[in-house]
């Protein structure tokens, strides 16, 4: 029996967390759900974003699911996800994005392994006014040897274990010659120690283009916070958007797994969200706990649905049906 913090979140998160413990309920997988609140939702009840009892339960398990947190946009408390993924040191955010079948894209056979370096770049969010009159704004980028080092070597580490050929770095060390610079020269040296596995870099501004042109020239990527997070998303949609889309947070001591799209608010309640994303990342969790065949058995239930039953898919990818239709054709076949 594995124990494992679940957050339900916000928007649409209650919905596809408890279709993912149903669907992993009817895989076999033995799990202890520990439920925490996080987000504008325990903002609201709590007056804090983050209670002391969530962050307690992540510290005690050391593995968590959680489901999309609202951030306010502007001003406001600010993202308990670049938190959380902070205080637990989750350094390494991996996104994969592989073409699913019977998903209609113009994109075929991608399958990326996105690597982004997860609490440093300009994304900590250390902004600060300049002038007496906030004549303008300043954002610090930090870049550190150590967390590049880290995230690098686990994208070579990935994938020499999952027989993959090659890494991409991507930077933008033309204009941010010392932050980006950095990055790309631990990138140079870290390659120098797998040299059964192709190393390239590319500019951000090509790599955006290149994905677009022939994704299938990509394999493992890795690159810093910012670039990481435009181009997961550009990834997803890649291979049919936000809905299919996993990821993992994971440092040396704890993991934290959530899907990449936020929570929604547009299609909140309604039934309509696609579990398929926050399922897919509790399929790396599954993984990740040692239950690979676990994983495989719903992996496989998933494409099954998605090639034979398509109607009972939600619509964000062309099916006709809902959150619980999806979760019961899963289910259905779990149990045959
Ligand atoms: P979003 O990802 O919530 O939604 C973008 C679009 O994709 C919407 O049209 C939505 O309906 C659709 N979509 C997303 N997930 C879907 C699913 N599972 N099934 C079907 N359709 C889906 O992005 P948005 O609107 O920019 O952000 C909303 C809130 O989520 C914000 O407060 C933001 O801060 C937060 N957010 C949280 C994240 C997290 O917790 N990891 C990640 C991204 C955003």
């Known amino acids: 029996m594995h124990t494992v913090v679940i957050i339900p979140g916000d928007g649409i998160g209650p919905e596809i967390t408890e279709s993912v413990k149903t669907i992993l309920g009817a895989s076999g997988a033995e799990i202890g759900w520990v439920e925490r609140r996080a987000g504008e939702g325990a903002f609201k009840d709590l007056s804090t974003p983050l209670p002391d009892d969530t962050v307690a339960a992540i510290e005690k398990h050391r593995i968590a699911l959680k489901g999309p947190l609202a951030t306010p946009v502007g001003s406001g408390f600010r993202s308990v996800n670049v938190l959380l993924r902070q205080k637990f040191n989750l350094y390494s955010n991996i996104r994969p994005a592989k073409s699913l079948p019977n998903i209609e894209s113009p994109f075929r056979a991608v399958d990326i ?5 997860n609490t440093q770049g300009l994304y900590i969010g250390r902004e600060h006014w300049v002038g007496e009159n906030e004549e303008h704004a300043e954002s610090i980028a930090v870049v550190t040897r150590d967390a590049s080092r880290k995230i690098i070597k686990a994208a070579f580490e990935y994938a020499r274990s999952h027989n993959r050929k090659k890494v991409t770095l991507v930077h933008k060390a033309n204009i941010l010659k010392l932050t980006t610079g950095l990055f790309l020269t631990i990138g140079k040296e ?15 501004d090509n790599m955006a283009m290149q994905m677009v042109i022939r994704p299938q020239r990509f394999d493992v990527v890795v690159t810093t916070n910012l670039f990481g997070d435009i181009l997961s998303d550009l990834a997803s949609g890649l291979v049919g958007g936000l809905g299919v889309t996993g990821a993992a947070n994971i440092g040396d001591d704890a993991a934290i797994f959530e899907a990449v799209h936020g929570s929604a608010p547009d299609i909140a309640g309604l039934g309509l969200a696609n579990p398929t994303a926050l399922l897919f990342s509790a399929l790396m969790m599954l993984e990740y706990l ?15 649905v998605l090639q034979d039953h398509k109607e009972k898919c939600t619509k964000d990818i062309g099916g006709e049906g809902t959150t619980s239709s ?3 054709a899963v289910c259905k076949l779990l149990r045959d």
């Open 290 to 304: 040692g239950e690979t065949r676990k994983a495989e058995k719903i992996r496989s239930a998933v494409y099954t």
């Open 190 to 204: 870290v390659a120098a120690s797998y040299p059964d596995i192709e190393f390239e870099d590319l500019i951000v």
């Open 326 to 328: 999806f979760t019961e």
């Open 113 to 117: 392994v996105l690597f982004r370096e």
